[in-house]
């Protein structure tokens, strides 16, 4: 895992994902709160001003991720960046394996919630989710883990969130 130790700020790194993501979506997991949207959608001054609060950030499209992480409030700030627009059919194959995993969606529940961009989960967990309502049932996300030379998982990137039928 290419992981940078130089010390990055979150306003450092919402610039360059604004550079890099195209077309992507962006998720961010703060000590109260879980933001989940289009990457276009993001209000970069918003998550600045919540830099205090934010342990991992993750922007990114089919073909790149870049993440900004911390192990605990007032630890630095690490970040990588996994790019596989150059990567061939074969070292795709061979060095990394794609898992569909279904997003867990109550949908009677999230139709009487009936908050937009939020869903409810079966055990009643209240999330945000920007899956239109009519592409819920089936949603899903996919990722990628990168394999080590001894077939062990050495990362993991969030390649897409896809809405369903």
């Known amino acids: 895992m290419n992981v940078s130790e130089k010390k990055l700020s979150v306003s450092d ?8 993501i195209e077309n992507g979506w962006f998720v961010a997991a703060l000590t109260d709160e879980l933001i989940i949207d289009d990457f276009s959608k993001i209000d970069s001054w918003e998550i600045i001003e919540k830099e205090k609060k934010v342990l991992e950030i993750r922007c990114f499209n089919k073909d790149k991720e870049l993440k900004l992480f911390r192990s605990d409030i007032g630890k630095d700030f690490r970040h990588r960046i996994k790019d596989d627009k150059d990567l061939n059919e074969k070292t795709l194959n061979e060095k990394t394996f794609d898992e569909i995993q279904l997003i867990d969606i109550d949908l009677k529940k999230t139709e009487q919630l009936n908050k937009k961009g939020y869903v409810v989960s079966t055990g009643g967990g209240v999330y945000p989710l920007p899956i239109p309502i009519e592409k819920q049932a089936g949603a899903s996300v996919r990722v990628r883990y990168y394999l080590d ?15 369903g039928k």
């Open 149 to 163: 030379d001894k077939a062990g998982v050495n990362d993991w990137r969030i390649v897409e969130l896809k809405g």
């Open 13 to 20: 790194f919402m610039q360059e994902a604004k550079s890099n």
